[in-house]
């Protein structure tokens, strides 16, 4: 089975394993997700000896290729005793790990990682793999924050900037169909030095306030058009910090989806620091949906 049984508009989910327990807790949401989908979950873990090939005896190699076979026995065993119904393939791969998950999830599938891995600096917010994951997506990434047994917020959350995030909100649409739930679009625009432009002294911050509201509430009915019967709820906030107003915002979600967008003209992967902010700081977990296409620093 290779996911292809998965609902319309969502692949195959893929994780990445190396017995963290960050890694754990981002394992057992991703079984979940899989689970939701009807979709096969594939569990990558990357042993990375192809770089490290002329400094290892090959005892050595032996003997992490094992370590990690066996990581992932147990880790497939823990998920079926939870999800006896879902389909588990497991993976090991002797390069990197972000290759080796962006392999397994091709083009259509959703990469999942915990939001800190093994390394050895305690202090990163958002782990190395992580951070390359993220930077580089053309397909859905999910970095799972909050504790392993989240309390239900029943509520898919969606951020939204401009009408050109209506991938973010579909994306959003998706996931709180899965769970059954309303999705709240939010859109936060910022009551800095911008918001004392030329346009707010001649149009004043209610006009500018309802121009700002009109983001969400027209993404909204695009949303309700394609996704009949789905509770859609559109709301617009100013604040002094975008992220920390998204950041508290995630407090009442079980899922944050934001739309990867990269500044105009970057050449190359990157993520913007609103996205960031998220990933490393979120109460939920955080869905980047990639933005594609050119100014936007995606990759092929």
Not at 95 to 110: F, S, V, Y
């Amino acid at each position: 089975m290779d996911g292809t049984t998965a609902r319309p508009g969502l692949g195959r989910v893929v994780v990445g394993v190396d017995g963290s327990p960050s890694a754990r807790t981002a394992v057992m949401w991703a079984a979940a997700e899989a689970e939701l989908r009807g979709s096969t979950l594939f569990l990558v873990h990357a042993v990375e000896t192809d770089g490290q090939a002329p400094f290892l005896s090959q005892a050595e190699i032996v003997r992490s290729r094992q370590g990690g076979r066996e990581l992932l026995d147990r880790t497939a065993e823990a998920i079926t005793a939870r999800h006896s119904e879902l389909t588990v393939v497991t993976e090991l791969t002797d390069g990197e790990a972000p290759d080796g998950l962006r392999r397994a999830a091709a083009r259509t599938g959703t990469i999942v990682v915990g939001h800190r891995g093994l390394g050895g600096f305690t202090s990163l917010l958002l782990g190395s793999v992580g951070l390359e994951v993220t930077a580089g997506a053309t397909t859905p990434v999910v970095v799972v924050r909050g504790t392993a047994e989240p309390v239900e917020a029943r509520v898919v959350l969606a951020a939204v900037r401009d009408e050109a995030d209506v991938g973010c909100a579909r994306a959003g649409a998706r996931e709180a169909l899965l769970r059954k739930v309303p999705l709240r679009l939010l859109h936060i625009w910022s009551v800095g030095l911008s918001a004392r432009s030329q346009t707010a002294l001649h149009n004043g911050d209610d006009e500018i306030a309802r121009d700002h509201v009109r983001v969400p509430s027209s993404l909204a009915d695009r949303v309700r058009g394609e996704f009949p019967g789905l509770t859609v709820h559109a709301e617009g906030q100013k604040s002094r910090s975008v992220p920390g107003a998204l950041v508290d915002a995630s407090h009442h979600a079980d899922l944050l989806v934001v739309g990867g967008r990269r500044s105009p003209g970057y050449l190359g992967p990157t993520i913007g620091r609103t996205t960031l902010s998220l990933l490393q700081h979120a109460h939920c977990p955080v869905e980047l949906i990639p933005r594609q296409g050119p100014g936007h620093g995606s990759t092929s």
